[in-house]
């Protein structure tokens, strides 16, 4: 996320939740976890709570996983 220009880091986080997403369906790692540490890299680069949560919950619902 620290990584991405201002204009694509809400798609970052989307592409990250996709992935991690994956990583949960697998049990590597809880939901809980996984949406904890996707929301505070979203903070950490300032996007809004708004976008965190749609990036989110968005790219959980495209691989399928629930929340």
Do not use: C, S, W
Request: no cysteine.
């Amino acid at each position: 996320m620290a990584r991405a220009p201002a204009g694509r880091r809400r798609t970052t986080l989307y592409g990250a939740a996709r992935g991690v997403a994956r990583m949960v369906a697998a049990a590597a790692v809880t939901a809980h976890d996984a949406t904890a540490a996707l929301t505070a890299a979203g903070r950490a680069v300032g996007q809004p709570e708004r976008d965190i949560r749609n990036a989110i919950t968005g790219g959980f619902k495209d691989e399928g996983v629930a929340l």
